[in-house]
């Protein structure tokens, strides 16, 4: 079977039907237009209202205790449809990023790299399972950890799926790979300029200060990653026929891996190593010079050109491969302007300023440990809201920071406590419009996402809370 079908979830090799394989799964764009929906209803119910706000080295800040009521702007049914249309607009950097992505890739199978590429993986062995898992967690993480990798992980998750069948495992190990060994880095943020950057400076504490309790805390989440996949992938070896694992619409399962006995030709491993400096060259500029998905867009582009020159395909077939390619993940990049009609329908309501202030009246009478404990917790709540760190972030600190004051919790515990939340919801968010275009890409219905990562999500929640009873009890700062 070519890479290609597993990218587009159109075909599949020894798909398991019958009764047990059914789908009912309600579709991700059902689901985000419900949530729309709801959305809408509340702005005409919760009452509206805006805090000050004032420019600092242009930074927005929030003035604590000056939410003030303004007249209700409920949105009706008409603007929710303008919504939809603006976040469309508003994401068109994710949602091209991802339509090239499939592109480049479709382009760079097409030379057979790709193919015999891992074909040399074989099927896993537990030792080759493990040494797979090791490695994409730790090259992931480090680029979630300092930002080079967030909203772009919707690029690599094909390269995870082509990962994934080629040790023979389900699709979900593919999405599992890629994303949560992201935001296994990411969740801690150690050199994060998005958020943990920006969180920072909007609290008044150095940049990246903290690094080393926040570098401990990173280690735990990989390990835990780790530890979790090997488990998963160990139990889906004994036990092949479990449902818990063969959730995507179309599961490959026991065919043969990819490409296995092909032999990489010169002009195939050029193709490769094309493909990586340009990836390199990326990562390069990510780092020193800020480039995002704009210079991603243009990285994939020239990887598709580039490496089908190289394996002297024509013209007009490296055209044909990249719209062909792009055409099977419109279902995945279309979801990310939905999930962002979300916050424009939150925000143009005016509740949002409302729902911080009710938060931050929750947790003002606890005690310090418990209050980080709320502020972790309101962040992963807000985050439902505010699907974007930076929007969270800039809601949430200004309010927090003064709150943690006068409650003698440090600033660095604040800043981590809303760090952490939205850190581990952005992993079952059903808002998110990169999460969803994952899962949309993958044909993985989110319920059943969520059911898988469940423990997970419970042993990432123990250490960020047992990391901010730490913080607190340490009393991490400067201050």
Known sequence: MEASQILSGTE????RDGPQRKFSAISPYVLLFAVLLIAAIATWIIPAGEFDRVIKNGISFVVPHSLKSVPQNGIGLGAVFMAISNGMIASAPIIFLILFTGGALAVLEKTGAIKAALGRIGAGSNAQDVSV???ICIIFSLLGTVGVVTNSVVAFVPLGLLVARSLGLPTVFGVAFIYLGTYS???SGVLNPVTTGLSQRLAELPMFSGMGFRSAVYVLFVIATIVFLIINVRAYRRNPDSQRFLIAEQDFVTAAPIGHGTRLTRRQIAALGFSVIALCSF?????????GEVEMISMFMIVAIGS???CKMRPSQIADEFLAGSGKLVHGALIVGLARAISTVLSNGKI???IVNHLSDILAPLHPMFAAIGM????AVMHIAISSGSGESAALIPIFAPLGDALHLTRQVTVQAVLLGEGIMNCFNPTSGVLMAVLATARIPYGQWVRFLIPLIL???FISIAALIVGVLIQWGPF
């Open 12 to 15: 599949a090799a020894d798909v």
């Open 133 to 135: 898992i090791v490695t």
């Open 185 to 187: 880095g990411f969740n």
């Open 283 to 291: 990562v390069f500029g990510a780092v020193e010079l800020h480039w």
């Open 308 to 310: 089908g020159l190289i």
């Open 352 to 354: 949002l300023d409302p």
């Open 376 to 379: 972790f917790l309101s962040s």
């Open 459 to 461: 042993l990432w929640g």
